[in-house]
């Protein structure tokens, strides 16, 4: 058996960097992390980083930029194993809600006007698989460190990261939340990946899907009882791509359209 360390780089693109913090939030793990791993490359954390060849590549944020498409072309050649975390690298974020390219032009051209950029151009917001391939996803609005150390310990050992198969509303019943959506309240716990704890709805407030879509959900389910609801199809729309940009947005708008 091999004595080589496991090669990472960790690297953060367009987001809040709370993926990145949060793992240096890890205190106590933290030295273990760094000694029980070969982190060549992590700017937030060390200053002496290494662009060379790698066994995983852990990225946050989405790509908004084309040097941005460049660096993760470059990241995807270099590493054997990608892993998106965090919820602007697995299905785009906060700054991806403007699904349709007119809407983003015209955001954009709001806020920069006629400005000629010298460094890099903008693109729309998207998640890091629109461009690379990517084998594995740890979503979060951060993630969570538990669920962080545990990727990080399965990846050391060669395994996959366990993939989340229930939603937010498995953990709202064991903690004995009522139901939003009976009281006619737009919640996105049916379609949202578990992971946050439910904290939302602990504290009587919706889901808003910050934890990304679950690629199991019922989401022709929860568009019937959304309508039922009385919610109109551009409100189910910019509800779920408020965190989840085009990834369930488009589904929600493409089945309205067939159903009008």
């Not at 006007?113 to 594995?136: C, L, N, W």
């Amino acid at each position: 058996m091999s004595n080589e360390k496991v090669k990472i780089g960790i690297y953060e693109l367009t987001g809040c960097a709370g993926d990145a913090l949060l793992i240096l939030d890890c205190e106590k793990e933290l030295i273990d992390i760094f000694n029980a791993a070969d982190i060549q490359s992590f700017l937030m954390a060390n200053s002496e980083n290494i662009d060379g060849e790698l066994d995983v590549a852990l990225v946050e944020g989405s790509v908004t930029t084309e040097r941005e498409i460049e660096e993760l072309e470059d990241i995807r050649k270099r590493a054997k194993i990608v892993v998106a975390i965090g919820l602007c690298a697995t299905a785009g974020g906060i700054q991806a809600r403007f699904t349709d390219p007119k809407d983003w032009e015209s955001n954009y051209k709001k806020v920069y006007g006629d400005v000629e950029m010298t460094h890099t151009r903008a693109v729309q917001s998207k998640p890091i698989d629109a461009y690379i391939h990517v084998d594995f996803y740890l979503p979060g609005c951060p993630i969570s460190k538990e669920q962080f150390l545990n990727l990080f310990t399965r990846l050391l050992k060669g395994n996959p990261p366990e993939k989340a198969q229930n939603p937010v509303c498995v953990t709202c019943k064991y903690n004995e939340n009522d139901c939003l959506l009976n009281k006619g309240i737009l919640c996105l716990g049916p379609v949202t990946q578990d992971g946050c704890g439910s904290v939302c709805i602990n504290h009587n407030l919706p889901c808003v899907g910050c934890w990304g879509p679950l690629e199991v959900a019922n989401r022709t389910s929860e568009f019937y009882l959304l309508k039922e609801k009385g919610y109109d199809v551009e409100e189910i729309k910019k509800k779920m791509a408020n965190y989840s940009g085009s990834k369930l947005a488009d589904f929600f708008e493409k089945l309205g359209k067939e159903k009008r």
